[in-house]
């Protein structure tokens, strides 16, 4: 239940709360309606990496789909075909966005789960304090420091975007 059902439990008549349900509402169906339409599959690199089998097995792992998520912050990429290289036609997405993407890949959390992940601490720790940790935090320890900065794009993640049909646009210009 989230607050604005919870305030209307305690004042079934408060409109704001009316309103506010019914805007989160609208926007859910506003959204289903357009990832339905065909004009948004089209050239749309978002709609290819959720429907893509390979891709939902990939960001099982959490490293890949960390490497995912940076490569799709502050990158253009183009579909792999004449007309949108002829045309320049990119696709681009903002950082939340794209942790979004990841978090519906893989059918868990949302956007924030992944949002600045690539910013990390990068404390080293000598043997010791490693073994001193649980088996959760030394996997959490070794995991964040695969991690990489939004923007980079790996190897793994170039040649899978490509089996997909997209190119990472050189952004220099």
Known sequence: MNRYEKKLVDDPEDKAAMDMINFFKTDIQRRTELEESSEWRTDNMEYDLRTNEMIANKCSDRVYAQ???AALCNNDFIKNDVWPILTDKRWSCSWRHAGGIIANIREEGDYID???????????????????????QQLEHLEKHA????????????QDLLTLGWLVADNAE
């Open 147 to 158: 991690f990489v900065s939004e923007s980079t794009v790996t190897d793994e993640i170039r």
């Open 114 to 136: 992944w949002y600045c992940s690539g910013i990390k601490d990068m404390t080293d720790l000598d043997d010791d304090q490693f073994r001193e940790l649980t088996k959760e």
């Open 67 to 69: 490497h995912l998520y």
